[in-house]
């Protein structure tokens, strides 16, 4: 005897393909990634070292029964991140159960996203502090420059705040300086000296 549950084996759902099946159930009907043209190309490649990329940006893709078995390695730290952006997008709250809506949005992305256009929603749709919800609008905030002007060091700051506020440039100077400089190094990426201008705070800004 097969049993069944909403017409579906019970042997389906309770494998791999089938959490991940009820995941994509999860997931928003808008999967459209970020646009990595409207990036700077260093801040893609400053992002994916980060999760310990050495080699272009690149995504092979995950099956249901790979991600088991497969160690989070950059890609998949990669698509993990900008599942958990996808995940929140027109959402207060991350879809609930995580351990079922994560993994699923984790392996999707890997299928079907490039690794720029995952790298793209990660920078996109971050907290970089004082109310600058995405790159663009740190980089006129912080530097009132378009992400296009911004210099290596610059853009090394604002891949910090991906991390954590507590980078940030205004409030923390030393702090974002030492992580800006850790990003570049990483990255192998000539590093320069001293800190770039930064617009002037506004008086409550490190209050």
């Known amino acids: 005897m097969v049993l069944v549950f909403a017409g ?11 959490v991940y099946l009820w995941g994509l159930t999860l997931l ?12 700077p190309a260093l801040a893609l ?11 272009e940006p690149h995504f092979v893709g995950v099956t249901p029964y790979g991600y088991l078995r497969k160690e989070h390695d950059t ?3 990669t698509a993990f991140a900008a599942g958990r952006r996808l995940l929140i997008r ?19 992305i890997s299928r079907n996203w490039s690794a720029p ?20 609008e740190a980089s006129e905030g912080y530097f009132g420059s378009a992400p296009s002007e911004l210099s290596p ?20 100077p030393e702090r974002s300086d030492e992580k800006a400089r850790e990003i570049l ?18 008086p409550d800004a490190c209050s």
């Open 8 to 18: 579906i084996p019970l042997a389906i759902l309770a494998s791999p393909i089938g």
């Open 28 to 39: 928003p009907s808008d999967r459209t990634p970020s646009d990595p043209s409207r990036l």
């Open 45 to 55: 490649e400053l992002k994916w070292a980060t999760f310990g990329g050495e080699s």
């Open 75 to 77: 890609e998949l730290n």
């Open 90 to 108: 027109g959402r207060r709250q991350y879809p609930k159960p995580w351990l079922v809506s994560g993994p699923s949005a984790t392996i999707w």
């Open 117 to 136: 256009e995952a790298l793209a929603t990660i920078l996109g749709s971050a907290n970089y502090g004082h109310g600058f919800e995405s790159f663009i």
């Open 153 to 172: 060091y610059q853009v090394a700051q604002l891949v910090a705040l991906t991390w954590s506020v507590r980078f940030d440039p205004w409030c923390s």
């Open 185 to 202: 190094a990483r990255h192998w990426h000539p590093i320069e000296e001293g800190r770039r201008a930064l617009r002037p705070k506004p």
